[in-house]
């Protein structure tokens, strides 16, 4: 799910390995309460709808949410007319995944495609290695569906298989938004058929739009993973 929000970039989020992965975003956004809840704290009860609506749902041009950070600020709430809960306009940080580019991270092959390499990070498995920055030479097995590094020593060429599982190192080369949100209906209508045509109706081509990943990372594969 990809969703629109006021948002500020402000600062890295924690050191060494995370510092390359994760970001605090400041956010501005009406929280609404339900009248059941009016018997919690405040703040506990914006924390918990912030998390229902933000967590592991990506911003569009911001990145993955994962968990609110804190509330820095929160202004008056109102009560709306026929509405009985309150709402307030609340300034708070969530931490968010985006790497910055030219990151090193480590993931494991999820699998492989004609497409290249598809990595995953165990929170997050919308990464694809392309097959141009695979270690070349490099090609893929039609028959087992699996990439493969053509590596050449002294006494030939061995084949070195990118299996499923896989632990590799990557470095983020680009990233890819996609704006998901829901589209109106089609407005193209059916031309009329000809009065008194027999002709069979033409095959309807099935048209469902395939799912695509709001927020993707293109990288690049690198050596073992212990050299940085």
Known sequence: ???????????????????????????????????????????????????????????????????????????????????????????????????????????????????????????FDDIIIPPESLQQPAKFDDAEQVWMWEYETDEGTHDLYMDQGEEIRFRVVDEVFLDTSPTGPSTEKEAPSAAGSTAPPAAVEDTTPQKEAPYTLIVRRLGTKYTY
């Open 1 to 123: 799910m990809l969703l629109m929000c006021q948002f500020e970039i402000i600062s890295g989020f924690t050191v060494r390995f995370w510092l390359r992965m994760f970001v605090l975003v400041e956010m501005v956004d009406t929280v609404r309460i339900p009248p059941w809840s009016f018997h919690r704290q405040l703040n506990d009860a914006i924390a918990e709808e912030l998390n229902k609506k933000l967590a592991n749902k990506v911003v569009y041009n911001v990145g993955l949410c994962i968990c609110l950070y804190d509330i820095t600020k929160l202004e008056d709430s109102y009560i709306f007319p026929g509405d009985g809960a309150s709402h307030t306009k609340v300034h708070f940080r969530y931490v968010v995944f985006h790497p910055f580019l030219d990151a090193i991270l480590v993931g494991k092959i999820k699998g492989c495609s004609a497409e290249g390499v598809h990595v995953s990070l165990g929170f």
